[in-house]
């Protein structure tokens, strides 16, 4: 991820870090804070996926997925981007900067189009992709592959965004000294879906997460 975000013109002054504990002090110290953006990848588990459908259900429109209706056009607290490629803050002039710009405008659908056809997302993906060490997923993969999401703050709130969502989600407020590592996000974001599988020998931890903070000097 911090080779990808490099290419793609992500400040200098933030990196990816590996989250190697949610509870644990000692296991979170090594992250510097405010913590901005918490990316985790979740296995589909059917609890989780029936409280997907009845929460998308009960929302319909992705305009009321926002506080007062806005769907896009500039006029909501995050960007969202609805996933329409395959699984697979900037510097002035990146690639990450022309994307955010360039999608603040536009509606949903078109914000998803932009990033489909981005030749330079593309690119950029495709230099790092080999570095991983997972192997390359097949077609049949997909149902039972896990699932990316991002947790961040904006506003006040902390929000869901998952490109195969109706829309990003408010999962509440946090305080000004809150981050998306704090107990509080926490609980309102990762922990919730993670409870979902029931009680702790029911449920499946075959998750992993990493988090965008302020690179160490």
Not at 4 to 19: C, H, I, N, R
Not at 29 to 39: G, K, N, S, V
Not at 139 to 163: Q, T, Y
Request: net charge negative; glycine share 10%.
């Amino acid at each position: 991820m911090n080779a990808l975000a490099k290419k793609m013109g992500l400040s200098e002054d933030l990196t990816f870090y590996d989250v190697y504990s949610l509870d644990e002090p000692a296991l979170l110290a090594h992250i510097p804070r405010p913590a901005y953006a918490l990316l985790v990848i979740v296995p589909m588990f059917p609890q989780w996926k029936q409280d997907r459908e009845a929460e998308d259900a009960a929302l319909g429109d992705p305009a009321s997925y926002y506080d007062g209706g806005a769907a896009g056009k500039g006029d909501e607290p995050v960007i969202w981007f609805e996933q329409i490629i395959g699984d697979a803050l900037s510097s002035p002039g990146s690639t990450l900067e022309q994307l955010r710009n360039d999608a603040i405008p536009l509606a949903h659908p078109e914000r998803a189009q932009l990033l489909h056809d981005s030749e330079e997302f593309e690119e950029a993906h495709k230099s790092v992709v080999a570095m991983g060490s997972t192997r390359v997923p097949t077609p049949g993969d997909h149902e039972h592959s896990g699932h990316f999401i991002a947790f961040v703050k904006a506003n006040g709130h902390l929000w869901e965004l998952e490109g195969c969502r109706g829309g990003p989600l408010d999962r509440g407020e946090l305080g000004e000294d809150e981050d998306v590592l704090s107990p509080r996000a926490l609980d309102l974001g990762l922990k919730r879906i993670i409870n979902l599988g029931g009680t702790a020998d029911e449920r499946d931890l075959r998750f992993s997460c990493i988090v965008l903070a302020p690179k160490e000097a």
